[in-house]
C-alpha cells in the first residue's frame, strides 16, 4: 500500500471479501480506507454491497475509489489451487483460517505504510462476537466492529467489498490457463448451483488430471464428480498410520477394494519418538 499525506491522520478502514462460495476462481480480500474526518461523506457516494449493484456501477464505483486522493484500498488474492492446497493438505486450513489471514495481511500492510488506524469495520467471519475478540487481542490500538452484512451497514466496507468484487472479476476475466488444454469461458457465476457452472464442470473434467487451475478442487461438488467418473487411484497409507487399507482417490472400484483389502499388509508401527514428531524415512531417487 502506497503512503499518503493523510495516513498521519486518525483512520478507518473497511474489510471484505468476494469469492468465498464459487468452486471456480480466486477468493479475494480487499480493505478500503480514508480519514475518519471524511467518512461522513461516503454516505452520499452510493457505495452499497456489491452485490446489489450492476457490474458497470461497480466498475464506475471502482474507478472513483482508486482515483480518490483521500481514499486508498488493497487486496489480497487466494488462488483457487492455493484454497484448494491449504484445504487438502493433511493438516487442513479452514476457508475462515484462510479468510482471517488474509485480514491480518491487509492490517499489516496498512500499519507498515504508517497509517493511523483507529477504527477498523469487517464483514463478519464465523461467529462475529468471538472474531472481533480475536482481532482486539491482535491489534489492541485499533477499534473493530465485526457484523454480518456490515457492507450493507457501513459504506467504508460497501466500498471494499467493490474494490474486491471488481478485482475478482478481473482475475476471472484475465485467468491464463496454464494447463494445455481449451477452456471455455462461460462458466457462470461460479456457484455450484448456477446451471452454466454445472455444465462448464461436467464439459471440462479430466479422468486423470481432474480441472485446470482455475476450479477448487476442494469443493464437495469437485469432489463428487471426481468420485464419480474419475480413474481409480490407490495410494499406500503412511507406514507410521498403521492402518490396514489402501487410501483411494478417483470413483469407486470393486477390483480396487479387493486389491486394499486383500493385497496391502500395514507395516510394523513405528517408535512412538518419531510418530510424535512426524518423521518420516526419507526416500532419496538417484
Known amino acids: 500500500m502506497e503512503t499518503k499525506d ?31 474526518s471524511t467518512s461522513l461523506q461516503l454516505v452520499s457516494r452510493s457505495f452499497a454491497d456489491s452485490k446489489t449493484l450492476t457490474e458497470a456501477k461497480r466498475e464506475q464505483l471502482f474507478e472513483e475509489i482508486q482515483a480518490d486522493e483521500q481514499m486508498a484500498s488493497a487486496t489480497d488474492s487466494l488462488s483457487a489451487a492455493t484454497i484448494s492446497a491449504q484445504m487438502l493438505r493433511r493438516h487442513k486450513i479452514s476457508l475462515n483460517a484462510l479468510a482471517s489471514d488474509s485480514t491480518h495481511r491487509l492490517i499489516d500492510a496498512a500499519l507498515a505504510a504508517k497509517m493511523n488506524l483507529h477504527e477498523i469495520y469487517i464483514d463478519t467471519v464465523g461467529d462475529a462476537e468471538r472474531y472481533e475478540t480475536r482481532l482486539g487481542h491482535r ?25 474486491a468484487k471488481v478485482t475478482r472479476d478481473h482475475l476471472l476475466r484475465d485467468f491464463e490457463v496454464q494447463e494445455s488444454v481449451d477452456v471455455s469461458r462461460q462458466f457462470g457465476s461460479g456457484y455450484p448451483a448456477d446451471p452454466d457452472t454445472k455444465t462448464w464442470l461436467d464439459q471440462h473434467i479430466d ?25 481409480p487411484i490407490t ?34 508401527k513405528r517408535h512412538s519418538f518419531f510418530r510424535a514428531r512426524k518423521l518420516a524415512r526419507p526416500i532419496c531417487s538417484f
Do not use: H
Open 6 to 36: 493523510w495516513f498521519t491522520k486518525p483512520c478507518v478502514m473497511g474489510i471484505d471479501e468476494a469469492g468465498r462460495g464459487p468452486v471456480l476462481g480466486p477468493m479475494v480480500y480487499a480493505c478500503a480506507c480514508c480519514p475518519l
Open 139 to 163: 491489534y489492541p490500538t485499533i477499534k473493530f466492529t465485526v457484523r454480518p452484512k456490515a457492507d450493507a451497514l457501513f459504506p467504508i466496507v460497501s466500498a471494499a467489498s467493490i474494490v
Open 207 to 231: 479422468p486423470v488430471f481432474g480441472y485446470p487451475g482455475i476450479v477448487r478442487f476442494s469443493w464437495q461438488t469437485c469432489e463428487s464428480l471426481l468420485n464419480q467418473r474419475g480413474v
Open 235 to 268: 495410494w499406500e497409507c503412511p507406514e507410521d498410520e498403521g492402518q490396514q487399507t489402501l487410501q483411494q482417490w478417483g470413483r469407486s472400484s470393486s477390483s480396487s477394494s479387493q486389491l486394499a483389502s486383500s493385497s496391502y499388509q500395514a507395516a510394523p
